[in-house]
Nanobody, 113 residues
């Protein structure tokens, strides 16, 4: 059984920083791809950033240069700097291994102007 545990998030003023963390645990479980998605009210869920086991990363254009994704085995972090009000959303950790994928429960990030 795989467990996804997210931490971080909260409220911050524009220009501030937050750090999200997500740990995927399970007997012998080592994810291939770990990612963060976000969903704002009345909008579709979108990919924010992803990282594979070789540490190759992908970022949404809207966060390039501001967000950094890193991982250490089964833990992934998202450092978010220079936050903007449009970054306000529920952020979800997503973990993939083969065809299986797992989602975290989501953590709220609110950026006030």
């Amino acid at each position: 059984q795989v467990h996804i545990m997210e931490s971080g998030g909260g409220s911050v003023q524009a220009g501030g920083s937050l750090r999200l963390s997500c740990e995927a645990s399970g007997r012998g479980f080592l994810p291939n791809i770990m990612a963060w998605y976000r969903q704002a009210p009345a909008k579709q869920r979108e990919l924010v950033a992803s990282i594979d086991r070789g540490r190759s990363t992908r970022y949404a254009d809207s966060v390039k240069g501001r967000f950094t994704i890193t991982r250490d085995s089964g833990t992934v972090h998202l450092q978010m700097n220079s936050l903007k009000p449009e970054d306000t959303a529920v952020y979800y950790c997503n973990v993939m291994r083969g065809r299986d994928q797992y989602w975290g429960q989501g953590t709220q990030v609110t950026v006030s102007s």
